[in-house]
């Protein structure tokens, strides 16, 4: 699989909203107040309103990411992306990075899969592209380094 | 990116379903009948029952939407989806396979993502798809 630099993306988070025990695991949905993004052909920042992710605790210990958010250009272009990932690892690290610790990325599994639907012709080439993500969780918020699978 | 071989996923085909023009694009179902798939770590055939919804878009490009079972060649059942674009002008064929299965033997599919480089034969495609680390 070869892939090239699309862009880094940092979100900071706003405070969680714990649904609870749903039937298919234990829901939050995490509002996002903003962001930025920077790669060889766009830049960035994230729009607060409409923005976040939509986690699900599976009974397995897997978290289910569905990450949505509206990316403007520098340019003003308006970029819908939408992104279901999964995170795991091991019970201490995983208690480590939700007691807001800085954690070594590379210590546990955290990859998304971001598509992306804009309708500026200057960023058409994002509709038709399969994209990888690593994650690093900061207390902030994630950092999200995306490739394009080429 | 890192990213190790998980399958090469072989699909048979019945005849289309042609829906035509729907508000997202021109839908055409294809039934898949069968097939195989083969890689280090699981090996066996693909159920007849699945299908891939694919919507061709007005710039030409393709969006794929496919759901099959697979059984090992021990007897697990898995059940594996993809999304995934085709854009057949610049050769680029590219899927985000997920699986879930209950077979413990088989339950690291289920933490892991995926992607598929598909090829276009005459028999089928042939999806080559790879573990992302």
Same mark, same amino acid.
Not at chain 1, 118 to 135: C, I, M, Q, R
């Given at each position: 699989?070869?892939?090239?630099?699309?862009?880094?993306?940092?979100?900071?988070?706003?405070?969680?909203?714990?649904?609870?025990?749903?039937?298919?695991?234990?829901?939050?949905?995490?509002?996002?107040?903003?962001?930025?993004?920077?790669?060889?052909?766009?830049?960035?920042?994230?729009? @607060? %309103?409409?923005?976040?992710?939509?986690?699900?605790?599976? *009974?397995?210990?897997?978290?289910?990411?569905? &990450? !949505?958010? =509206?990316?403007?250009?520098?340019?003003?272009?308006?970029?819908?992306?939408?992104?279901?990932?999964?995170?795991?690892?091991? @019970? %201490?690290?995983?208690?480590?990075?939700?007691?807001?610790? *800085?954690?070594?990325?590379?210590?546990?599994? &955290? !990859?998304? =899969?971001?598509?992306?639907?804009?309708?500026?012709?200057?960023?058409?080439?994002?509709?038709?592209?399969?994209?990888?993500?690593?994650?690093?969780?900061?207390?902030?918020?994630?950092?999200?380094?995306?490739?394009?699978?080429? | 990116?890192?990213?190790?071989?998980?399958?090469?996923?072989?699909?048979?085909?019945?005849?289309?379903?042609?829906?035509?023009?729907?508000?997202?694009?021109?839908?055409?179902?294809?039934?898949?009948?069968?097939?195989?798939?083969?890689?280090?770590?699981?090996?066996?055939?693909?159920?007849?029952?699945?299908?891939?919804?694919?919507?061709?878009?007005?710039?030409?490009?393709?969006?794929?939407?496919?759901?099959?079972?697979?059984?090992?060649?021990?007897?697990?059942?898995?059940?594996?989806?993809?999304?995934?674009?085709?854009?057949?002008?610049?050769?680029?064929?590219?899927?985000?396979?997920?699986?879930?299965?209950?077979?413990?033997?088989?339950?690291?599919?289920?933490?892991?993502?995926?992607?598929?480089?598909?090829?276009?034969?005459?028999?089928?495609?042939?999806?080559?798809?790879?573990?992302?680390?």
């Amino acid at each position: 699989m070869n892939t090239r630099l699309l862009m880094t993306l940092r979100v900071t988070v706003a405070t969680p909203q714990s649904v609870g025990a749903v039937p298919h695991g234990t829901r939050r949905t995490v509002p996002l107040m903003g962001g930025d993004f920077e790669g060889p052909r766009l830049r960035g920042t994230v729009l @607060p %309103d409409g923005s976040g992710d939509w986690l699900l605790l599976r *009974a397995d210990g897997v978290l289910e990411l569905d &990450f !949505r958010a =509206t990316l403007r250009t520098d340019d003003g272009a308006l970029i819908s992306m939408r992104s279901f990932g999964l995170r795991h690892g091991p @019970p %201490d690290v995983i208690a480590a990075i939700a007691r807001g610790e *800085a954690v070594d990325p590379v210590t546990y599994y &955290f !990859r998304t =899969t971001p598509r992306f639907e804009t309708a500026h012709p200057s960023y058409a080439f994002l509709n038709h592209l399969v994209t990888v993500a690593s994650g690093d969780r900061r207390a902030e918020g994630p950092i999200y380094t995306i490739h394009e699978v080429l | 990116m890192h990213a190790r071989p998980l399958i090469r996923l072989r699909l048979t085909t019945a005849a289309t379903e042609e829906i035509g023009a729907t508000p997202h694009g021109i839908l055409s179902i294809f039934p898949i009948t069968g097939g195989s798939f083969e890689g280090e770590r699981l090996r066996g055939t693909v159920l007849g029952g699945g299908v891939d919804w694919v919507t061709a878009a007005a710039d030409g490009t393709f969006e794929l939407d496919l759901r099959v079972t697979l059984e090992t060649d021990d007897g697990a059942l898995i059940h594996m989806t993809f999304t995934g674009v085709r854009d057949d002008a610049n050769h680029y064929f590219r899927t985000l396979p997920r699986f879930e299965t209950a077979a413990p033997k088989y339950a690291f599919l289920n933490r892991l993502l995926a992607v598929g480089i598909g090829e276009l034969h005459a028999d089928g495609p042939l999806h080559v798809i790879e573990e992302i680390l």
